[in-house]
């Protein structure tokens, strides 16, 4: 395996480090992390830049490559976890959605301004009894003349405060088998029947949580994505790729709050020296500098396996379990080493626990990656 990263990948991520730095880009983040709340800019300016990694390529959307995405993910997360998981609700669940399972039609007609960052896009798949357990959805898609309507309510959705269309899995056919029943949905987010409620919450500022919720809205035919009765194995699959960019999210996460505490440990001097002088706390960087650096291996190497095709199941799960690990652990650290002043909500090591939370529950808890883990474990020494 090659570690060293193709030129565009990096050019990417530099493109995206200039605009976090400095600039109006940078100005707008700002006000937009004070505000707790994104506008319609800041997906915009993301497209112009081309960062979404998913263009237009001979009326067909296409997608870049999964380990710049890693990079550019990892690289955001350090500046802005919530700025970063807007983003990634609307490229790697949205398009990738629309990328995977729209038809030509449906990809021509709206690829273009989806992956300009001019149409806005989320997935809602989660109800209020149906998290980890996806196939318990019990929102419908009733057939409807030559479409459906869509009743029920998702109860966590990223960008449904501002999105113009959503993702959305339902109902088809509830006399089939659990993995059967359910089919995906590109829903007009300005039909008749949807009504928004947005969720007030304090991790990943100032990304949107929302429930949406549905009342016979009109969904056209031709709006199903893939296969009907094929919902729930392609949300799964959504879920398995955009893992591995919410696994760099993690890292980057636990690399901004590693990086703010110990410069924070170098200067601050307790009995005389600074803290970071006294061994026990050097060990404990050492170890949770050892535990960071294996996390982000992993995602690279579930990146690559992406990129060479399939579905890294094994791997994307794993990326994202120790990736998650270890932000939590930096990210508690990093706040404990800052004293009482990290618990003041306007102290900038305060986020990092919050967004490492944050991260364990977005696109699988830690216990639905074990699940996945320990399938691979035994598989692997036992057969299949
Ligand atoms: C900030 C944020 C953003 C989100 N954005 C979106 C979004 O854009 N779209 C969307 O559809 N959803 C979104 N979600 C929802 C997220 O995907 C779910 O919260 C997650 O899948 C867990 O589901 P749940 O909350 O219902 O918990 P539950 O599934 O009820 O789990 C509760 C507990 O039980 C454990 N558990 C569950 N099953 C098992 C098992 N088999 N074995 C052992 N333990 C188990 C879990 O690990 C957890 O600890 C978001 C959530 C958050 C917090």
Not at 169 to 184: C, F, I, Q, Y
Not at 294 to 305: G, I
Request: glycine residues 10%; aromatic residues 8%; proline residues 5%.
């Amino acid at each position: 395996m090659d570690f060293r990263f193709p030129e565009a990948c990096v050019a990417a991520r530099d493109r995206l480090r200039g605009l976090l730095t400095a600039g109006p880009f940078a100005e707008a983040l700002s006000r937009w992390l004070a505000r707790g709340a994104l506008e319609r800019p800041f997906f915009t300016a993301l497209g112009e830049a081309g960062l979404y990694g998913f263009a237009m390529e001979g009326g067909r959307l296409s997608r870049t490559s999964a380990l710049r995405e890693v990079l550019l993910f990892e690289e955001f997360a350090r500046v802005a976890a919530g700025a970063a998981i807007a983003a990634l609700a609307h490229a790697e669940l949205g398009l990738m959605g629309l990328w995977r399972f729209g038809s030509p039609a449906l990809q021509e007609r709206y690829g273009p301004e989806a992956a300009a960052g001019r149409i806005v896009l989320c997935l809602a798949n989660t109800e209020a009894h149906a998290g980890s357990d996806a196939a318990a959805i019990r929102t419908t898609a009733s057939p409807d003349g030559d479409g459906f309507r869509v009743s029920g309510a998702k109860a966590y959705v990223t960008n449904g405060a501002l999105a113009d269309f959503a993702v959305v899995t339902a109902v088809t056919d509830p006399d089939a088998p659990r993995n059967r029943r359910s089919s995906m949905f590109l829903v007009d987010l300005s039909a008749p029947g949807v009504r928004r409620r947005p969720l007030a919450k304090s991790a990943w500022a100032p990304a949107d949580l929302t429930r949406l919720e549905f009342d016979a809205v009109p969904v056209p035919g031709d709006h199903r994505l893939g296969e009907r009765g094929r919902g729930l194995g392609q949300v799964l699959s959504v879920f398995t790729a955009s893992r591995v960019t919410i696994a760099a999210v993690a890292v980057g996460t636990a690399e901004g709050a590693f990086a703010l505490a110990l410069r924070h440990g170098r200067r601050r001097r307790v009995f005389g020296r600074p803290i970071l002088d006294f061994q026990a706390k050097a060990f404990e960087a050492a170890d949770l500098h050892a535990r960071l650096e294996a996390a982000r291996t992993m995602v690279w190497r579930a990146a690559w396996e992406t990129d060479r095709g399939g579905e890294p199941r094994a791997a994307a799960a794993t990326a994202k379990y120790l990736a998650v690990e270890a932000a939590r652990r930096v990210a508690a650290w990093a706040a404990d080493l800052f004293g009482a002043a990290s618990v003041l909500p306007q102290h900038p090591v305060h986020r990092f626990p919050l967004d490492a939370w944050a991260a364990a529950l977005g696109e699988g808890t830690q216990d639905i990656q074990k699940r996945i883990i320990f399938r691979e474990a035994l598989e692997r020494r036992e057969g299949p």
